[in-house]
């Protein structure tokens, strides 16, 4: 990779964690932009992710992914709010890392199933009989990667303000966004 390298704040958990609710929030306090990361590859091939998952299958939406990340690496700092899966794949994480930082945001499979509702339908890996079953192995399959975040908010003990509080606190400390 060639360019520079801008400090990036990664959103990361279980389905349901709070990525996409917190990361807009947390960016306009920084003063960045947000990135969704699965929006960005809709918009790259005009499909959404369902699409893609159900006609080109899981691979082919790393390999996407992938290339979001490569793209991302020389933007400026943003809040970015990767699909669940981003932090499985180290290269894709090295490739942001460092100067890019990492925040786990921790949530139960119960509760992340009960955040989702019925929106957990329109998720491949959880489109199941058993959802809550997909996401407790999804969550035993992810957990050693979640264990490398740079740190780890519990997103059922703290309140969407502490939460957005405590991230951009952590971001100030690494020199991400404006405070």
Do not use: N
Not at 53 to 63: S, T
Not at 77 to 82: L, Q
């Amino acid at each position: 990779m060639t360019g520079a390298r801008h400090p990036h704040i990664l959103l990361v958990g279980l389905p349901g964690a709070g990525k996409s609710t917190l990361a807009p929030l947390l960016a306009e306090r920084l003063g960045i932009t947000f990135v969704d990361l699965d929006q960005e590859i809709a918009r790259a091939t005009g499909r959404s992710v369902a699409e893609i998952f159900a006609l080109d299958g899981e691979a082919i939406f790393r390999r996407l992914e992938r290339e979001a990340t490569e793209r991302l690496v020389t933007s400026p700092s943003s809040v970015v709010s990767p699909g669940g899966g981003w932090i499985t794949q180290p290269d894709v994480v090295a490739l942001v890392r460092p100067p890019g930082r990492i925040i786990h945001l921790r949530v139960s499979p119960p509760v992340a199933l009960a955040r989702m509702g019925q929106s957990v339908s329109q998720r491949p890996l959880l489109s199941r009989p058993d959802p809550l079953a997909a996401l407790e192995a999804i969550w035993a399959a992810r957990g050693k990667s979640y264990a490398t975040a740079d740190a780890v908010l519990d997103t059922e003990t703290l309140s969407l303000q502490e939460l957005v509080s405590q991230s951009a606190a952590l971001a100030s400390a690494w020199g991400v966004g404006v405070g």
